[in-house]
């Protein structure tokens, strides 16, 4: 190492405020799968505190339904430029910069990140997803049985294909699936709805104005603060910062820990109430583009929603006529796009009131936390199970919802089972009124999206 690298590395470590594990609490989308789970750090095989269930020994899991997040992923190419521009500009001052102990370290931090990185699956994330079909087939045994069927299907992503892969590879040879080999479907239609949704993408993709509260708060006094604290610690002038590459900064902390497992020097930049400033931004910007922010963002995924049940319902169907299930197994891969509209249609994770510019204090205790939500490898899994009661009178049929392979109450009876006749009656409005098509058409007015609000 050169004698001058050596030296800023020596004093950023004499002022480094927290490591990268002590941020990253913080993270939101950028999150490791283990803020979730974290006995999955000394184990990633381990099962947890729920492994046992809460399900009868009568009671036979019929299929199970998954949607997933693809695994660990690099930046992408749009963060890769935000990120070289911010050590371009640091370079340029570093001679100036010798009582910035941060400033002379990041300069000679080795800038690896190449744009053709672009998004693509990082190894770790490989490996998020052998390690998750492995535990979900110690889970769910009977499911994942030698001869059952899989069905995999794909965003067309690169990062979403690979993440199929390896799911499928995490498996094993022991699993007879009819062939070495389980052919992906390319599947955007259910797994990028959002695209496909045109009054989503006019009104709020598209739309600057649906963002007026993302813009908000990277102009308000809390942004402000991180902004002059980060100048200040580089030796910067804070016209030559924004908020975008103060984000870009802080997300390369996330980067290195998730896909390296490093504290970057990155991380020294930030302290705790930076960090939960910065995941209020990423937040804020979820819950406007992709959560309860508007109808839209959650109508829009009612498409997955009524195809989860009408799988179920034809197991259901299948089990009746003592028919063998035909697809016990089914397994998406997707984004956190997909699945964070999918949660909200649901109803999950909604606060009382929004989440504003104007009320991050307020919000200190949000249930609307992304990192929790959907970090890499998110998953949601829908469990049907037949049991035999004694009690003619019980419904034969079961469902269990977990999200990030912990059980998640139902909203109708907090439970953490339900039948699936009251499941289907709590969704009813949902699965019997929610008309893709009709949905997503844009309206012949020229309505802005803020008009609705």
């Known amino acids: ?89 640091l370079l340029r001052h570093a001679a100036a910069a010798a009582a910035c102990p941060a400033a002379v370290a990041l300069a000679d931090w080795p800038m690896w990140y190449e744009e053709s990185m672009d998004g693509q699956l990082a190894p770790q994330g490989r490996l998020d997803m052998e390690q998750l079909a492995r535990r979900m087939a110690a889970r769910f045994p009977a499911l994942f049985a030698a001869r059952r069927r899989l069905e995999l299907a794909s965003s067309s992503k690169h990062r979403c294909l690979q993440s199929g892969a390896a799911f499928r590879q995490g498996l094993g040879p022991t699993l007879d699936f009819g062939g070495d080999e389980v052919e992906i479907e390319v599947n955007d239609f259910l797994m990028r709805f959002f695209d496909h949704c045109a009054k989503f993408v006019a009104m709020v993709e598209e739309n600057d104005k649906a963002m007026c509260q993302v813009t908000a708060f990277k102009e308000g006094p809390e942004m402000k603060k991180v902004l002059e604290k980060v100048a200040s610690a580089l030796c910067l002038p804070v016209e030559e910062l924004n908020a975008d590459l103060v984000q870009v900064a802080f997300l390369t902390c996330s980067y290195e820990l998730a896909i390296k497992n490093v504290t970057s020097p990155w991380c020294s930049l930030f302290s705790e109430e930076d960090a939960k ?89 949000r249930k609307f936390r992304t990192g929790r939500i959907v970090p890499y490898a998110a998953n949601l899994a829908f469990v049907l199970y037949h049991c035999d009661h004694v009690n003619s009178s019980q419904e034969e049929y079961q469902v269990q919802l977990l999200l990030n392979e912990n059980l998640l109450p139902f909203h109708h009876s907090n439970e953490t089972i339900s039948t699936y006749t009251d499941l289907k009656d709590y969704y009813k409005d949902i699965l019997e009124n929610c008309h893709f098509k009709e949905e997503c058409e844009l309206s012949q007015v020229n309505v802005t999206v803020v008009d609705e609000l």
């Open 1 to 89: 190492m050169a004698p001058r690298r050596e030296a800023g590395l020596l004093l950023l470590l004499l002022v480094l405020p927290l490591a990268s594990a002590e941020l990253s609490d913080y993270f939101g989308t950028k999150s490791r799968y283990e803020e979730v789970n974290p006995y999955l750090v000394s184990d990633p095989l381990s099962l947890g505190p729920e492994a046992g269930g809460s399900l009868p020994a009568s009671c036979t899991p019929l299929q199970l339904r998954a949607v997933l997040r693809h695994g660990t992923r690099y930046p992408t190419a749009g963060q890769i430029r935000r990120l070289g521009e911010l050590h371009t500009r």
């Open 277 to 365: 400033v910065l995941e209020y931004l990423n937040d804020l910007k979820q819950y406007w583009k992709r959560g309860y922010g508007y109808d839209i963002n959650r109508r829009s995924s009612c498409v997955l929603f009524q195809d989860i049940f009408q799988h179920l319902d034809k197991a259901v169907e299948e089990s009746k006529s003592s028919k063998p299930i035909s697809s016990p197994l089914i397994v998406q891969v997707g984004h956190a796009e997909t699945l964070q509209p999918l949660l909200a249609l649901m109803g999950y994770f909604k606060d009382d009131e929004p989440l504003l510019a104007s009320n991050y204090a307020r919000q200190a205790q």
